[in-house]
């Protein structure tokens, strides 16, 4: 079988370590500058399930990720006493990946093999005879004829992150606070870094000084002795109509976006890859290789999922942009019943990963 992968980014680096271990001949093909973030500062939070899921796939991924074994939610009214904590005595909440030493690892398979185009279509792609083709592209011609139709949000607002050192502590813990200007979260790298994630209200972008003020007003436990660059990004809520033509496939970020409230944009990418590792498991031990058939079966199998997924995260922001407005009169009572509630409690706990 030989599968096509459109864009050189994180996705499909991922997504071809995954299919060369399954003995799949694999391209990854593109014509953009690359969109691998080789310098940046930006962190991805890793589900503990999909973590399990990348450990038994990709070799070396161990030695990554920082655990967290709690998640503590504030409101900006009360940032002493928090209104949910997600626990779980037996596992982990999440893992804490450096974004450049991901891409790093994923590029080590010798087995890689890119091609850079200057220009390419449809009927170019096509008389190269794969049996499927998941485009990741955003800017290709492939998604600019076929893949424009869409539900789109924009959310007038930035997402900034920076990575703060500080004096050594016990760093398990993540915490996120919904400010009135947009949730703030410390994201644990290690016990001398964090992750700082802050979703603006606004398009204005903020530098070090102006986010370090931001984090100082709400922080009460790390003493932060240096902050790094701060990369911003617009925050949209995008799911595609239709994610297939004929026997191409469009994949991560181009058939979802969301909020990054929740950390969930990767782990929703990770999801569809293991969907689309079964689906190709059962139809190889069938002998099938019509990536029509494959294509078919994943927008079956995902599409609805992935848009109430990305719509019950919108829904999230909207009630806390509301409950903010209301000086968190709204979320106080509500929570108060799920930390009761041990049902509601540990199913909250099992949404949450």
């Not at 990348?54 to 709690?70: D, H």
């Not at 900006?76 to 997600?86: A, G, W």
């Not at 995260?313 to 929570?335: C, G, H, Q, R, Y």
Request: hydrophobic share 40%; with cysteine.
């Amino acid at each position: 079988m030989k599968i096509c992968l459109l864009g050189n980014n994180l996705t499909n680096l991922v997504l071809a370590n995954i299919l060369l271990k399954k003995k799949i001949n694999v391209d990854i093909i593109s014509q953009a500058k690359s969109s691998l973030l080789t310098n940046s500062i930006r962190t991805i939070a890793i589900s503990n399930e999909n973590y399990k899921f990348l450990k038994e796939n990709i070799k070396g991924l161990s030695s990554l990720g920082w655990p967290t074994e709690k998640i503590k939610i504030y409101s900006d009214k009360n940032k002493s006493s928090e209104l949910f904590e997600f626990k779980n005595k037996k596992q982990n909440n999440f893992y804490l990946l450096k974004y450049s030493a991901f891409f790093n690892l994923m590029k080590k398979n010798k087995f890689l093999k890119i091609i850079k185009l200057k220009t390419y279509n449809f009927n170019y792609i096509n008389k190269r005879n794969y049996n499927l083709i998941i485009n990741s592209e955003k800017n290709n011609p492939i998604t600019k004829k076929y893949f424009q139709k869409k539900i789109e949000k924009n959310y007038k607002s930035l997402a900034h992150t920076a990575i703060i050192d500080h004096k050594k502590i016990e760093n398990r813990i993540a915490i996120q606070i919904f400010t009135k200007n947009g949730p703030l979260a410390f994201l644990p790298l290690s016990n001398n870094q964090t992750s700082i994630v802050f979703s603006n209200n606004s398009t204005k972008s903020m530098n070090k000084s102006s986010l370090l003020a931001k984090i100082n007003s709400y922080n009460h436990q790390y003493k932060i002795t240096k902050i790094s660059e701060v990369e911003s990004v617009d925050i949209k809520f995008l799911v595609l109509r239709e994610y297939i033509f004929k026997n191409i496939l469009s994949f991560g970020d181009l058939i979802h976006k969301v909020h990054p409230l929740a950390g969930q944009g990767f782990n929703m990418t990770i999801r569809d890859i293991k969907s689309l590792s079964y689906i190709l498991d059962e139809n190889i031990k069938l002998g099938i290789d019509d990536g029509e058939m494959i294509a078919k079966k994943f927008q079956e199998n995902n599409k609805h999922l992935n848009f109430m997924f990305g719509l019950g995260i919108d829904t999230i922001n909207s009630f806390f942009e509301l409950d903010a407005k209301l000086k968190n009169n709204l979320s106080e009572p509500i929570f108060k019943v799920l930390k009761g509630n041990k049902f509601l409690n540990k199913y909250a706990t099992f949404l949450s990963n």
